[in-house]
């Protein structure tokens, strides 16, 4: 199982696809090849067994939608930052630590899931994405949010968060995000 994705990949190249749907596969390794892949729109390589992504996942600067949900990813390569037309990002369910530095490039980002990963802490850079409108960050490892996320305030971000043991879902919007958002951000 998982053999076929070097198959799938050059035929999707060959086929210019706008889409590649390899949900389930049993996929340990994505080839280099990936990266070939120009006119792909959405690539869907959830509940697989991915623990890395080769850096010419960042070749795929069409990619608009890319769900990696329920791998086993532990940390992304520098190069995933290159995937400026991303527009949904499914990260959720995997061992993620950091994200890379530039993490706040995605111009043009509206949804993005990092729940149930590890993540310590939030880079301050998420919050240039201007874009954003739904964030799910639950059941990580975070004691704080950034300052920067504070600039959301103006769009509709929902924010389900475990902190110290409470756990609540929020919006900017409410006074629950603001006391929350007092409480972790450094004096």
């Known amino acids: 199982m998982g053999g076929n994705?070097?198959?799938e990949i050059e035929n999707a190249r060959v086929n210019e696809a706008t889409e590649l749907d390899a949900t389930g596969k049993g996929i340990g390794n994505l080839p280099p090849s990936i990266g070939?892949?120009?006119?792909?729109?959405?690539?869907?390589?959830?509940r697989n067994k991915l623990k890395e992504l080769p850096p010419q996942i960042g070749g795929l600067r069409s990619l608009v939608s890319l769900n990696l949900f329920n791998n086993k990813l532990a940390e992304l390569p520098q190069e995933f930052t290159n995937l400026a037309a991303l527009e949904e990002l499914n990260l959720s369910v995997n061992k993620l630590t950091t994200l890379p530095r530039?993490?706040?490039s995605f111009?043009?980002?509206f949804f993005l899931d990092l729940s149930y990963n590890d993540l310590g802490e939030l880079t301050p850079q998420i919050g240039l994405i201007s874009t954003l409108r739904e964030l799910h960050l639950s059941f990580?490892?975070?004691e704080e949010?950034?300052?920067?996320l504070s600039r959301f305030c103006s769009v509709f971000i929902f924010i389900f968060v475990c902190w110290r043991a409470f756990c609540f879902y929020t919006s900017p919007h409410?006074?629950?995000f603001n006391h929350f958002f007092a409480l972790s951000t450094p004096l």
């Open 5 to 7: 994705i070097s198959k």
């Open 36 to 46: 070939s892949l120009e006119s792909l729109h959405r690539l869907n390589l959830s």
């Open 102 to 104: 530039g993490f706040g």
């Open 107 to 109: 111009n043009h980002l």
């Open 140 to 142: 990580n490892n975070l």
């Open 145 to 148: 949010l950034p300052a920067e």
């Open 174 to 176: 409410s006074s629950l």
